[in-house]
T-cell receptor
Framework: QKEVEQNSGPLSVPEGAIASLNCTYS??????FFWYRQYSGKSPELIMS????GDKEDGRFTAQLNKASQYVSLLIRDSQPSDSATYLC????????????FGKGTKLTVNP | KAGVTQTPRYLIKTRGQQVTLSCSPI?????VSWYQQTPGQGLQFLFE???????NKGNFPGRFSGRQFSNSRSEMNVSTLELGDSALYLC????????????FGSGTRLTVV
Protein backbone atom coordinates (compact mmCIF):
# COMPACT_ATOMS: atom_id res chain seq x y z
CA GLN A 1 0.00 0.00 0.00
CA LYS A 2 1.60 3.22 -1.16
CA GLU A 3 1.41 5.87 1.52
CA VAL A 4 1.85 9.60 1.73
CA GLU A 5 2.32 11.09 5.17
CA GLN A 6 1.88 14.69 6.25
CA ASN A 7 1.84 16.41 9.61
CA SER A 8 -1.83 17.06 10.22
CA GLY A 9 -1.08 20.30 12.03
CA PRO A 10 -2.62 22.67 12.54
CA LEU A 11 0.31 24.86 11.59
CA SER A 12 0.00 28.46 12.64
CA VAL A 13 2.33 31.20 11.41
CA PRO A 14 2.19 35.00 11.62
CA GLU A 15 1.58 37.07 8.52
CA GLY A 16 4.80 37.64 6.59
CA ALA A 17 6.54 34.55 7.94
CA ILE A 18 7.66 31.46 6.02
CA ALA A 19 5.35 28.46 6.27
CA SER A 20 7.01 25.07 5.81
CA LEU A 21 4.91 22.05 4.93
CA ASN A 22 6.38 18.56 4.77
CA CYS A 23 5.48 15.26 3.17
CA THR A 24 7.05 11.81 3.00
CA TYR A 25 6.10 8.98 0.69
CA SER A 26 6.67 5.26 0.75
CA UNK A 27 6.90 4.27 -2.93
CA UNK A 28 10.52 4.60 -4.09
CA UNK A 29 9.56 4.60 -7.78
CA UNK A 30 7.34 7.67 -7.43
CA UNK A 31 8.12 10.19 -10.16
CA UNK A 32 5.56 12.99 -9.96
CA PHE A 33 4.76 15.11 -6.93
CA PHE A 34 2.10 17.71 -6.41
CA TRP A 35 0.87 20.19 -3.85
CA TYR A 36 -2.80 21.07 -3.73
CA ARG A 37 -4.47 23.80 -1.71
CA GLN A 38 -7.99 23.26 -0.40
CA TYR A 39 -9.98 26.04 1.15
CA SER A 40 -12.73 25.06 3.57
CA GLY A 41 -15.78 23.92 1.65
CA LYS A 42 -13.98 23.98 -1.69
CA SER A 43 -12.28 21.41 -3.89
CA PRO A 44 -8.49 20.95 -4.11
CA GLU A 45 -6.59 23.29 -6.41
CA LEU A 46 -3.22 22.37 -7.93
CA ILE A 47 -0.57 24.92 -6.94
CA MET A 48 2.77 23.20 -7.58
CA SER A 49 4.17 20.19 -9.36
CA UNK A 50 7.74 18.88 -9.18
CA UNK A 51 9.37 16.00 -10.96
CA UNK A 52 13.13 16.16 -10.31
CA UNK A 53 15.31 16.58 -7.25
CA GLY A 54 15.92 20.10 -6.07
CA ASP A 55 13.86 23.24 -5.77
CA LYS A 56 11.15 24.66 -7.97
CA GLU A 57 9.95 28.20 -7.38
CA ASP A 58 6.71 29.84 -8.45
CA GLY A 59 6.07 33.23 -6.96
CA ARG A 60 5.91 32.92 -3.17
CA PHE A 61 5.84 29.12 -3.38
CA THR A 62 8.86 26.81 -3.48
CA ALA A 63 8.57 23.05 -3.77
CA GLN A 64 11.54 20.94 -2.73
CA LEU A 65 12.08 17.29 -3.65
CA ASN A 66 14.58 14.79 -2.30
CA LYS A 67 13.96 11.38 -3.83
CA ALA A 68 16.73 9.69 -1.86
CA SER A 69 15.01 10.66 1.38
CA GLN A 70 11.53 10.24 -0.14
CA TYR A 71 10.66 13.70 1.02
CA VAL A 72 8.88 16.63 -0.58
CA SER A 73 8.16 19.99 0.98
CA LEU A 74 6.40 23.25 0.23
CA LEU A 75 7.62 26.62 1.44
CA ILE A 76 5.34 29.63 1.39
CA ARG A 77 7.22 32.91 1.74
CA ASP A 78 5.62 36.12 3.00
CA SER A 79 2.58 34.16 4.18
CA GLN A 80 -0.75 35.95 3.85
CA PRO A 81 -4.06 35.33 5.65
CA SER A 82 -5.42 34.24 2.26
CA ASP A 83 -2.97 31.32 2.36
CA SER A 84 -4.93 29.84 5.26
CA ALA A 85 -6.12 26.49 3.91
CA THR A 86 -5.39 22.78 4.01
CA TYR A 87 -2.42 21.76 1.89
CA LEU A 88 -2.46 18.31 0.34
CA CYS A 89 0.60 16.45 -0.88
CA UNK A 90 0.01 14.00 -3.74
CA UNK A 91 2.31 11.45 -5.30
CA UNK A 92 2.09 9.50 -8.54
CA UNK A 93 4.13 6.52 -9.56
CA UNK A 94 5.34 5.56 -13.01
CA UNK A 95 4.73 2.08 -14.19
CA UNK A 96 1.03 1.91 -14.63
CA UNK A 97 -0.34 3.19 -11.37
CA UNK A 98 -2.55 5.79 -12.91
CA UNK A 99 -3.62 7.50 -9.77
CA UNK A 100 -2.49 10.11 -7.32
CA UNK A 101 -2.17 9.08 -3.71
CA PHE A 102 -2.92 11.95 -1.35
CA GLY A 103 -1.77 12.69 2.14
CA LYS A 104 -4.42 13.70 4.65
CA GLY A 105 -3.29 17.31 4.50
CA THR A 106 -1.82 19.96 6.77
CA LYS A 107 -4.09 22.76 7.92
CA LEU A 108 -2.30 26.10 7.77
CA THR A 109 -3.51 29.23 9.54
CA VAL A 110 -1.80 32.56 8.85
CA ASN A 111 -2.53 35.06 11.60
CA PRO A 112 -2.75 38.78 10.72
CA LYS B 1 -12.22 27.34 -20.83
CA ALA B 2 -14.78 25.53 -18.74
CA GLY B 3 -13.52 23.54 -15.78
CA VAL B 4 -14.58 20.15 -14.51
CA THR B 5 -18.34 20.12 -13.97
CA GLN B 6 -19.98 17.88 -11.41
CA THR B 7 -23.69 17.45 -10.89
CA PRO B 8 -25.54 17.58 -8.65
CA ARG B 9 -23.74 19.71 -6.05
CA TYR B 10 -25.73 18.33 -3.13
CA LEU B 11 -27.71 15.15 -2.56
CA ILE B 12 -29.62 13.72 0.35
CA LYS B 13 -30.47 10.04 0.10
CA THR B 14 -31.89 7.39 2.39
CA ARG B 15 -30.05 4.23 3.40
CA GLY B 16 -30.57 1.46 0.87
CA GLN B 17 -31.16 3.78 -2.05
CA GLN B 18 -28.80 4.17 -4.97
CA VAL B 19 -27.29 7.31 -6.43
CA THR B 20 -25.64 8.38 -9.69
CA LEU B 21 -23.18 11.25 -9.86
CA SER B 22 -22.06 12.91 -13.07
CA CYS B 23 -18.79 14.49 -14.17
CA SER B 24 -17.90 16.39 -17.34
CA PRO B 25 -14.12 16.81 -17.70
CA ILE B 26 -12.29 19.75 -19.19
CA UNK B 27 -12.53 19.69 -22.97
CA UNK B 28 -9.69 17.58 -24.35
CA UNK B 29 -9.07 15.75 -21.08
CA UNK B 30 -9.47 12.02 -21.54
CA UNK B 31 -8.66 10.76 -18.07
CA VAL B 32 -11.27 11.02 -15.33
CA SER B 33 -10.71 9.94 -11.74
CA TRP B 34 -13.06 9.81 -8.80
CA TYR B 35 -12.21 10.35 -5.15
CA GLN B 36 -14.14 10.17 -1.90
CA GLN B 37 -13.22 12.74 0.71
CA THR B 38 -14.15 12.42 4.37
CA PRO B 39 -12.75 14.25 7.41
CA GLY B 40 -11.28 11.08 8.87
CA GLN B 41 -9.84 9.39 5.79
CA GLY B 42 -8.98 12.29 3.54
CA LEU B 43 -9.00 11.76 -0.21
CA GLN B 44 -9.49 8.12 -1.09
CA PHE B 45 -9.14 6.95 -4.69
CA LEU B 46 -12.19 5.24 -6.17
CA PHE B 47 -11.36 4.62 -9.84
CA GLU B 48 -9.88 6.09 -12.98
CA UNK B 49 -11.18 5.93 -16.54
CA UNK B 50 -9.45 6.59 -19.82
CA UNK B 51 -11.06 6.17 -23.22
CA UNK B 52 -14.08 4.43 -21.69
CA UNK B 53 -11.89 1.85 -19.91
CA UNK B 54 -11.35 1.55 -16.19
CA UNK B 55 -7.57 1.64 -15.75
CA ASN B 56 -7.36 1.53 -11.99
CA LYS B 57 -9.61 0.85 -9.05
CA GLY B 58 -9.29 1.66 -5.37
CA ASN B 59 -10.20 -0.42 -2.37
CA PHE B 60 -13.92 0.18 -2.28
CA PRO B 61 -16.72 -2.40 -2.24
CA GLY B 62 -18.48 -3.43 -5.42
CA ARG B 63 -21.37 -1.13 -4.53
CA PHE B 64 -19.25 1.62 -6.03
CA SER B 65 -19.07 1.53 -9.79
CA GLY B 66 -18.43 3.89 -12.63
CA ARG B 67 -18.27 4.31 -16.35
CA GLN B 68 -17.01 6.69 -18.98
CA PHE B 69 -18.70 7.62 -22.20
CA SER B 70 -17.19 8.27 -25.62
CA ASN B 71 -17.26 12.03 -24.99
CA SER B 72 -15.16 11.45 -21.82
CA ARG B 73 -18.04 12.31 -19.49
CA SER B 74 -18.15 9.96 -16.54
CA GLU B 75 -20.68 8.75 -14.02
CA MET B 76 -20.27 6.94 -10.76
CA ASN B 77 -22.96 4.92 -9.07
CA VAL B 78 -23.33 3.84 -5.48
CA SER B 79 -25.92 1.18 -4.75
CA THR B 80 -27.45 0.19 -1.44
CA LEU B 81 -26.28 3.36 0.28
CA GLU B 82 -24.93 3.18 3.80
CA LEU B 83 -24.57 5.99 6.35
CA GLY B 84 -20.79 5.74 5.95
CA ASP B 85 -21.07 6.70 2.29
CA SER B 86 -21.79 10.27 3.33
CA ALA B 87 -18.89 12.23 1.88
CA LEU B 88 -17.72 14.72 -0.70
CA TYR B 89 -17.25 12.94 -4.02
CA LEU B 90 -14.71 14.62 -6.24
CA CYS B 91 -14.11 14.10 -9.91
CA UNK B 92 -10.78 15.07 -11.43
CA UNK B 93 -9.64 15.18 -15.02
CA UNK B 94 -6.25 15.23 -16.71
CA UNK B 95 -5.01 15.34 -20.28
CA UNK B 96 -3.75 11.80 -20.52
CA UNK B 97 -2.69 10.50 -17.14
CA UNK B 98 -2.14 11.64 -13.62
CA UNK B 99 1.56 12.44 -14.09
CA UNK B 100 0.42 15.86 -15.21
CA UNK B 101 -1.71 16.48 -12.15
CA UNK B 102 -5.44 16.67 -11.89
CA UNK B 103 -7.99 19.44 -12.09
CA PHE B 104 -10.81 18.83 -9.66
CA GLY B 105 -14.45 19.65 -10.00
CA SER B 106 -16.43 21.31 -7.22
CA GLY B 107 -17.63 17.98 -5.94
CA THR B 108 -20.94 16.42 -4.99
CA ARG B 109 -21.78 16.47 -1.29
CA LEU B 110 -23.72 13.27 -0.56
CA THR B 111 -25.56 12.88 2.71
CA VAL B 112 -27.09 9.51 3.56
CA VAL B 113 -29.76 9.55 6.28
Amino acid sequence: QKEVEQNSGPLSVPEGAIASLNCTYSDRVSQSFFWYRQYSGKSPELIMSIYSNGDKEDGRFTAQLNKASQYVSLLIRDSQPSDSATYLCAVNSEGGSEKLVFGKGTKLTVNP
Amino acid sequence: KAGVTQTPRYLIKTRGQQVTLSCSPISGHRSVSWYQQTPGQGLQFLFEYFSETQRNKGNFPGRFSGRQFSNSRSEMNVSTLELGDSALYLCASSVIQSNYGYTFGSGTRLTVV
